[in-house]
């Protein structure tokens, strides 16, 4: 059973949010929204991403040129600064593609849910405005075909599920 | 085989380590291609890949709807191309890039596709927003580019799947590998899994035969008859067999462990045995240990302490060094040596013991034949009957028998203690063996056998060697053949080979007799063996003639050899290496004359502890004419000769208080009235024994007791320097000496008298012949007799007989009968005087 809690803060939060929540529009395309099992949602820019702590690494891809530096949120930090509780999370892309990511698999800083690419915020055009990345060159273990599918772009959601 | 398993060790992990070491490639390979299989980073893109061609159909649709109905703001739709353009990004960058390469087909179709998304970006981006027109603008680019897009995703899909396939083949070819190797290593574990094998069985063999051998080895060990110990560097006890329980007493249990010192080593040893253990341990060199066997003291534990031989040797077992001792009790055996050296004392003290008796007895029985025949020579000076004459004559002859066995087991004695001496010269041996012969030949004669004589050619020369020694042997081997004979004849042969130095004669005597049988053929030398009992019991040689010939031939390093058959004769070889004359410069033999015109009147002193032989020396001295003083021994003679001057002193040799040698020395030394007179040593010893002290002390002569009156007739004689007369027919003193030697005056006298009875006969005879053939029968009496002269040393006599064989020959019987008178005449003198010069010569004077 998956549940949301509500520290004091967060609380004021989620009743901030709650007003634009639905239906998804265009704007929203740069926030990310954050949901737990029971539909309760909350959404976040790069403002209250930024507030949260960061971390960073550098590493190649399969999909760029060259080593590339990605900073952002860990998605364990994240996860923990809304407070939702599951054994998997979906991770959702603008083209609707959809992932999900088993508890057990999140590391302390891995993977990153990256806000910049090279110190730069990145563009929709540009596999923006966040984008999943693992430290694939720090070990084999990040160049599987499942940390590959998981390296989802364009995120814009992460639902929690039991 | 320590070296063997070293090199199995080394082979066996070389083999492990390169197994190990492909293995661990292999596996480190297998592993990255397994990776790189996982990672599978070209499915990503190849999806990555379709995904343009989804997000352009998605696109299109939004566009055709959107400008059929214009349901969406200018936000979404721009975000809808956004999502689309970003998929442009990824057909030429990463991966994707990397998959298409250099393929041409692929150039061509991303280059419409890049083209659509520069000019769709310059319209989204161009100022003034999105208008329906750009929207439619975008739309057909949108659907002429879309062959496009759909060629690059299959192409990439295709490209991706074809770089798959060759990883996967990579892959499976690795697998290949590895499994090869894996074979490989299961093949060559199996092979070393059979080297273990065998190498354990090998080793399991070798502990089998090690304890068979161990077990042997304790066994052997176990049932030694010599006491083995054990010990180790401290001379610590660690091993103790049966054997050495019982020759030391301890048992094994209460012995083990504890020191060879303080148990099995005498204590008067210990020290030393300290001291050598800790030179050994020290510098290694061996004293005792492994040098043989030797002989040493050991303790048993009843504490006696015993000998023992021993030897000990040392094993070195991983630096561990321990002694091994193989100790045999002796004590039984030097017991057993200790008895054999007292029974050869014994038998040493009993044989000096019959050797001494032999001489005592002789010197004991000497003296009173002293006695004997002094008395008798002065009985027959007498007046006496004619049966008084024959008893005195049958007395003397029976004390010269006496006298002659006395002198035989003197030899014998001196030939067993060395003392037997001989005194060669040169001599003829023709003449020798023809005289023998002569000699001899009436006695075969008397019974009827013939004797003959012959020298090789090669043999006919002078000799150096002792030629009275030859003749005793040889007449006792040809007298003894005549003796035991009946019937036949007795043949003398000598020949010989000539060595470089030396020539070894073999004279053989060879008889027609009884024989004697191969058993007793030995017995015949030993001592007192007479073979023929009671035949000739009283003929000189019965006894111990044989035996002394044979030891004299010996002594000569010669040999005296028997070759008999019983019934058919007996062959008697006497075999000598004689030393040849190198020059015919033999002295001729000392002529001297032992006429008896003795000095008359002398001062004489008789030294003599003996009473009676005292007593007839001085009868017989004063009988001579001489005045005689008594002495009773040395010291007695020292003082009666303080005060008077003697022409001549007998001197006994033994004697009580001063014995003759001593008194004769201080005599000379004295510087007194009798420094210089003649002292004549009397001994009734053998001469030999007392030659030497007698001469070193200052004697003039000396001389064998009994000292017979004729002997002290030529004593005087010579002393008087009184030169013979002119008749003296009795030439070479030796000649008859010599015959004496080896015949014995006995028998000489008995040749003697039938040589003077046949000269009778002959001259009986030559005055009744008258005819031719008594005139021829004459010649050859006269030849006979003339040899026999010449043997007798009765040298004018022979002359005159060869004369009258010469005139019987030549029939000159005028002439014959004219030298026959002159022969007679000789002969009477001959006769008498050979009778004296016999006498005297019997005495055997010794001149120095």
């Known amino acids: 059973m998956a549940r949301i809690h509500h520290s004091r803060t967060l609380a004021g939060l989620f009743c901030f949010f709650l007003a634009w929540a639905l239906p998804v529009m265009a704007q929203d395309a740069l926030r990310l929204q954050v949901a737990d099992g029971n539909g309760d949602t909350v959404t976040l820019d790069y403002d209250q991403l930024d507030a949260l702590p960061q971390s960073e690494f550098t590493t190649s891809t399969i999909w760029t040129d060259g080593a590339v530096q990605f900073s952002g949120v860990p998605l364990k930090v994240l996860l923990d600064a809304v407070q939702v509780e599951g054994s998997a999370v979906e991770m959702i892309a603008l083209n609707d593609y959809l992932v999900t990511l088993p508890y057990d698999e999140l590391e302390e800083d891995v993977p990153l849910v990256a806000t910049r690419m090279n110190g730069e915020y990145m563009s929709v055009r540009d596999k923006g405005p966040f984008w999943v990345v693992f430290p694939y060159d720090r070990h084999w273990r990040y160049r599987t075909e499942t940390k590959y599918a998981q390296s989802i772009w364009q995120l814009t959601r992460l639902n929690v599920v039991d | 085989m320590t070296h063997g398993l070293n090199r199995y060790r080394v082979a066996i992990t070389a083999g492990f380590g390169l197994l190990l070491l492909l293995l661990a490639v292999m596996v480190a390979n297998l592993a990255a291609q397994m990776r790189s299989l996982s990672l599978a980073a070209g499915d990503n893109t190849q999806w990555s890949i379709a995904q343009l061609d989804t997000e352009f159909a998605n696109l299109n649709a939004i566009l055709t709807e959107q400008v059929a109905e214009g349901g969406l703001s200018r936000d979404e739709v721009r975000l809808r191309i956004d999502i689309a353009l970003s998929r442009v990004d990824i057909i030429n960058s990463g991966r994707a890039a990397e998959i298409f390469g250099d393929n041409a087909a692929a150039a061509r179709q991303i280059a419409p596709i890049n083209a659509f998304a520069e000019e769709t970006v310059a319209l989204l981006d161009a100022p003034g927003g999105l208008s329906e027109d750009d929207l439619r603008r975008i739309q057909e680019m949108l659907r002429d580019v879309r062959q496009d897009v759909r060629g690059i995703a299959v192409l990439g899909v295709r490209l991706g799947a074809e770089q798959s396939e060759a990883r996967r083949a990579g892959f499976a070819r690795q697998l290949l590998w590895t499994a090869g190797v894996a074979i490989a290593l299961l093949f060559l574990m199996g092979i070393l899994l059979q080297l273990l094998i065998r190498l354990l069985d090998r080793a399991a063999q070798r502990d089998r035969e090690l304890l068979t051998s161990s077990r042997k080895l304790a066994s052997t060990v176990a049932a030694s008859l010599d006491a083995i110990v054990t010990a180790d560097s401290e001379g610590r006890i660690i091993g103790f067999n049966s054997a050495a329980e019982s020759v030391f007493g301890w048992r094994r249990r209460e012995i083990i462990g504890q020191k060879m010192e303080d148990t099995i080593i005498p204590n008067r040893m210990r020290q030393a045995h300290r001291d050598g253990m800790d030179r050994y341990l020290k510098t290694g060199e061996p004293h005792v240990v492994d040098s043989g066997r030797f002989e040493l003291a050991a303790l048993r534990k009843s504490g006696e302490e015993f000998p023992v031989e021993l030897n000990i040797t040392t094993t070195d077992v991983e630096g561990q060094k321990s002694f091994i001792a193989y100790v045999r009790d002796i004590s039984e055996r030097k017991i057993d040596e200790q008895k054999l050296i007292d029974a050869r004392d014994r038998a040493q003290t009993m044989d000096k013991a019959k050797t001494r008796f032999l001489t005592v007895m002789s010197h004991e029985i000497r003296t009173p034949l002293n006695g004997i025949l002094g008395v008798l020579d002065l009985l027959k000076t007498t007046s006496l009957t004619t049966q008084q004459e024959r008893y005195a004559k049958i007395a003397t002859a029976s004390s010269e028998i006496l006298l002659e066995y006395v002198n035989e087991a003197l030899d014998i ?206 009868d017989m001295l004063e009988g001579m004419g001489h005045r005689v003083e008594e002495a009773v021994n040395g010291a007695d003679c020292l003082e009666k000769a303080a005060h008077a001057p003697f022409d001549v002193i007998f001197m006994d040799i033994s004697m009580p208080v001063m014995d003759g040698i001593e008194a004769t020395r201080k005599l000379r030394a004295s510087g007194g009235p009798n420094a210089q007179s003649e002292v004549v040593g009397l001994t009734a010893h053998g001469v030999e024994e007392y030659r030497a002290p007698a001469k070193q002390a200052g004697m003039n002569r000396f001389h064998t007791k009994p000292i017979r009156l004729n002997a002290l007739h030529a004593l005087f004689a010579d002393l008087g320097e009184v030169t013979s007369s002119d008749y003296d027919d009795i030439g070479d003193d030796d000649v008859l000496g010599e015959l004496i030697d080896v015949l014995g005056a006995g028998k000489v006298r008995d040749t003697g008298d039938a040589f003077f009875a046949e000269l009778q006969a002959f001259a009986d005879d030559a005055r009744d012949a008258r005819d031719r053939a008594d005139m021829t029968a004459l010649a050859e009496t006269a030849h006979k007799l003339t040899g026999a002269a010449a043997l007798l040393g009765l040298n004018r006599l022979e002359a005159v007989l060869a004369t009258c064989e010469d005139q019987a020959r030549a029939h000159d019987v005028a002439a014959h009968a004219k030298q026959l008178v002159a022969l007679v005449d000789l002969a009477d003198v001959a006769q008498a005087r050979f009778v004296r010069r016999l006498e005297r010569a019997m005495a055997a004077a010794v001149p120095d």
């Not at chain 2, 007479?530 to 040999?559: F, K, T």
């Open chain 2, 413 to 618: 004695t001196r030939i067993e203690g060395g003392a037997l001496q001989f005194s060669p010269q040169d001599f003829d041996l023709q003449t020798l063996m023809s005289s023998l012969v002569d000699v001899l030949e009436p006695l075969a004669r008397e019974k009827q056998l013939s004797l003959s004589l012959h020298v090789a050619d090669g043999m006919q020369m002078r000799f150096h060697a002792d030629n009275n020694r030859i003749r005793q042997i040889l007449t006792n081997l040809i007298g003894n053949a005549i003796k035991f004979t009946d019937r036949g004849e007795v043949k003398v042969a000598v020949k010989g080979i000539h060595g470089p130095d030396v020539t070894s004669v073999r004279f053989s005597v060879c008889d027609t007799g009884a024989g004697i049988v191969p058993e007793d053929q030995e017995h015949v030398f030993e001592d007192f063996v007479s073979l023929a009992e009671g035949v000739g019991r009283q003929r000189r040689g019965d006894g111990l003639g044989l035996s002394i010939a044979r030891r004299i031939a010996r002594e000569m390093g010669g040999d005296i050899t028997l070759d008999s058959e019983a019934g058919v004769g007996s062959t008697f070889t006497l075999i000598l290496p004689l030393h040849r004359c190198d020059a015919q410069t033999a002295e001729p033999a000392r002529v001297h004359d032992q006429g008896v015109s003795a000095k008359p009147g002398c001062a004489v002193l008789v030294v003599e502890d003996n009473d009676i032989n005292r007593r007839v020396l001085r």
